[in-house]
């Protein structure tokens, strides 16, 4: 073809596509039905040639995933392995230390304590009365709840039996003002009093000098005073910026539904006998 006619139908493509264009456009307002079978023959013609070029693509992404699958795998094999092998040496040193524990119990004449007596109570009021952090129990006409019962939910700790009527009882919680706690760091058994102070997290005071609590160690109950069983579990260490030593509660105090009063026999010290306030006067209508 000879420069001319190329330069004049490189000049008439666009007006002719545009032409096309509304061709198709009136067409299909004047025979939509025509349009719509025209679409789906090309449609089905071209479907098959579709399903042909995305078998080699289906099969290619089928084989990517199913490699990243097993190196996923292997990896994951070798951690479990390793897991378990780590698993198995902390088995060999709890059942060596089962053992000897065993041992020195028998060379020691060990009496096991008996097992403490419990009742279930549910919440059903919080707050109220003398104390700013307490939650009242429905405990029954029948229920053996006395002042002093040990009240823990399914993680912890959670505070004491302080009042007691023929169908309720009030428990002190750990995070009340009044609330003052003997407990043990487990990792240095260094001895401390946990202070309630109404917020989420008790503080700690009174820690044998030199052996300041460490961040991360766990607290249970001490046996001093006769006021609490030893072990039970409280909480973890922790240092907020006040630069105050800190408990985290393993009981979740603002949830509680249903707690458990446990009776060590104990007769400790326990909280002074509040003084009824006189409720506020309603004013005249």
């Known amino acids: 073809m000879s420069i001319p006619l190329r330069q004049a139908l490189g000049r008439l493509s666009l007006p002719v596509l545009i032409a096309m264009a509304f061709g198709v456009m009136l067409l299909g307002k004047a025979d939509a039905l025509l349009v719509e079978r025209m679409r789906t023959m090309v449609t089905d013609i071209v479907t098959p040639i579709w399903s042909v070029l995305q078998q080699p693509v289906s099969a290619v992404s089928d084989a990517v995933t199913e490699a990243r699958t097993l190196w ?3 990896a994951e094999n070798q951690r479990l392995r390793e897991e378990n092998d780590h698993l198995r ?3 060999d040193t709890a059942l060596a230390l089962e053992a000897e524990n065993s041992l020195l119990r028998r060379q020691l004449a060990w009496v096991p304590e008996p097992a403490p007596s419990f009742f279930t109570a549910r919440v059903v009021a919080d707050g109220g009365g003398t104390y700013a952090r307490a939650v009242l129990l429905a405990t029954g006409a029948r229920a ?3 002042k ?3 009240a823990l939910d399914e993680r912890g700790f959670v505070g004491r039996v302080t009042e007691v009527g023929s169908r309720s009882a009030r428990v002190l919680l750990a995070t009340d003002i009044n609330s003052r706690i003997p407990v043990t760091f487990e990792g240095t058994r260094a001895r401390a009093i946990m202070v309630g102070n109404n917020s989420a997290r008790p503080r700690l005071q009174h820690w044998p000098e030199g052996q300041l609590p460490r961040d991360g160690d766990r607290v249970v109950t001490s046996s001093e005073a006769s006021a609490f069983p030893a072990g039970l579990p409280v909480g973890i260490v922790r240092w907020p910026e006040g630069g105050v030593p800190e408990v985290e509660l393993f009981a979740r105090l603002d949830r509680l539904d249903v707690v458990r009063l446990f009776d060590f026999g104990l007769q400790g010290i326990l ?9 506020p006067r309603q004013g005249r209508r």
């Open 148 to 150: 002093g019962q040990i």
């Open 72 to 74: 996923n795998m292997r």
């Open 271 to 279: 909280p002074p006998e509040a003084v009824a306030r006189p409720e």
């Open 89 to 91: 040496r902390w088995q």
């Open 144 to 146: 053996p709840v006395r």
